[in-house]
């Protein structure tokens, strides 16, 4: 079945820091692959998404690449700011919808 | 409109009580998700609609819980002789299924979160 593995954390990071957020996924066939965010009292909303192998998805400064040869999916962003501060949630859609699988999440704590 | 809106945001039930749930999606989304998410963890698929069809249901979803959207707008999930273990938190998401399959974006709601005591 499909599975997907994320970085345990906490991350506690300064800010303008360099944050990398691991993600690998295992899935039939070629799916679709998320990075969702839920900041602290609010609903979880998707920050970017990538369907194809070597594509790149970005959004707010974050960057992720689907790498197909590695099954992963991994988070960037190359300067953070406190309101960075969230749970991040790598996911995979098998089949172009959204039935998905989730990641257990992240906490990123970034520090003024 | 305002989002996905779930509803209660929080319950607290007795152990062996019915609870229902109620999530209203985007109005003009034709699919609707439920999910369940325990502390710690991602959330995991329970169930979905297409409109007023229930095409899937998870391993997840015991006998106990059933899911509705009669009219394909609100959906209802009630959880029947609550256990402890139901104590977690409910999401909602909806989407829109366009032509060919195409889906846009979903979107969570805030999430029902039930604790049973």
């Known amino acids: 079945g499909n599975s997907v593995t994320q970085m345990e954390g906490p991350v506690t990071l300064s800010e303008e820091a360099f944050l990398t957020i691991n993600c690998t996924y295992t899935a039939t066939g070629y799916p679709s692959l998320f990075w969702y965010v839920q900041y602290p009292g609010e609903g979880l909303q998707l920050l970017l998404k990538?369907?194809?192998?070597?594509d790149k998805g970005s959004n707010k400064g974050f960057e992720a690449t689907y790498r197909k040869e590695t099954t992963s999916f991994h988070l960037e962003k190359g300067s953070v700011q406190v309101s960075d501060s969230a749970v991040y949630f790598c996911?995979?859609?098998?089949?172009?919808?959204?039935?998905?699988?989730f990641g257990a999440g992240t906490t990123v704590t970034v520090r003024a | 409109d305002t989002g996905v809106s779930q509803d209660p945001r929080h319950k607290i039930t007795k152990r062996g009580q019915n609870v229902t749930f109620r999530c209203d999606p985007i109005s003009e989304h034709n699919r609707l998700y439920w999910y369940r998410q325990t502390l710690g963890q991602g959330p995991e698929f329970l169930t979905y609609?297409?409109?007023?069809?229930?095409?899937?249901k998870s391993r997840l979803l015991s006998d106990r819980f059933s899911a509705e959207r009669p009219k394909g707008s609100f959906s209802t999930l009630e959880i029947q002789r609550t256990e402890q273990g139901d104590s977690a938190m409910y999401l909602c998401?909806?989407?829109?299924?366009?032509?060919?399959?195409?889906?846009?974006?979903?979107?969570f709601g805030q999430g029902t979160r039930l604790t049973v005591v």
């Open positions: 996911a995979l859609s098998d089949r172009g919808d959204y039935k998905l699988s």
């Open positions: 990538a369907t194809k192998a070597d």
């Open positions: 609609f297409q409109n007023e069809a229930q095409l899937e």
């Open positions: 998401a909806s989407s829109l299924r366009g032509g060919q399959g195409v889906y846009t974006e979903a979107f």
